[in-house]
């Protein structure tokens, strides 16, 4: 059965922080592993990270995958309240039709 | 462009009450999924849909119903309610690969 597991599951940091979560993962013919933001309603994408794309940033937010030792994180630097919400880490197997396994989610709460 | 909308957002049931849910999509996307989110676990599959016509069970399907007879909508069926299935209801889809799934905005459900 595919597993993904977050830590931790909820942060409390000051603006200008730096966080980083983490999701570490078990899955039968891994190909790939999501990153969403979700704030009240729906998730929204932010990086999908697969064995040809180990590493994505968008300002000042980042990603690494390492496939070896099946974890990825997500970085978030110079932390504005903005950030505040949910992060799901979700990863693809190699089924047909797409299914995503997501790990529980962290609960990031950004004060000012 | 709607993305993914879901019908209705809210709604409150009493045990062995029966509802449908609505999710439409206008991005032509083959493929469709409905999840439920329940605190501390994430999201769960609970059908899925990889073509018009087509459905099929996810993780959590006991309970539950669902048909795709156009390709742009995908209902999820409750035909007699249970207080275990007081959660938030999303619909995804997806267009094929990559993998990332576009969700609507979510419909919270209870079951009194």
């Known amino acids: 059965e595919d597993k993904v597991v977050q830590s931790p599951l909820s942060l409390v940091v000051h603006e200008g922080d730096t966080v980083t979560l983490n999701c570490s993962y078990e899955?039968?013919?891994?190909?790939?592993l999501l990153w969403y933001k979700q704030e009240k309603k729906a998730p929204t994408f932010l990086f999908m990270l697969?064995?040809?794309?180990i590493e994505k940033k968008s300002g000042r937010l980042s990603s690494i995958l390492d496939k070896k030792e099946l974890f990825s994180i997500l970085n978030i630097t110079a932390t504005q309240t903005g950030d505040s919400a949910v992060y799901l880490c979700a990863v693809a197997g190699g089924t047909s039709y797409g299914k995503l396994t997501f790990g529980q989610g962290t609960i990031l709460t950004v004060h000012p | 462009n709607a993305g993914v909308t879901q019908t209705p957002k809210f709604r409150v049931l009493k045990t062995g009450q029966s509802m449908t849910l609505l999710c439409a999509q206008d991005m032509n996307h083959e493929y469709m999924y409905w999840y439920r989110q329940d605190p501390g676990m994430g999201l769960r599959l609970i059908h899925y849909s990889v073509g018009e016509g087509t459905t099929a069970k996810g993780e959590v399907p006991d309970g539950y119903n669902v048909s795709r007879l156009k390709k742009q909508n995908f209902l999820l069926g409750l035909e007699s309610a249970a207080p275990s299935q007081t959660s938030v209801y999303f619909c995804a889809s997806r267009v094929g690969p990559p993998d990332e799934q576009f969700f609507g905005p979510g419909t919270r459900l209870t079951v009194l």
């Open positions: 697969t064995s040809s794309g």
């Open positions: 899955v039968t013919n891994f190909r790939s």
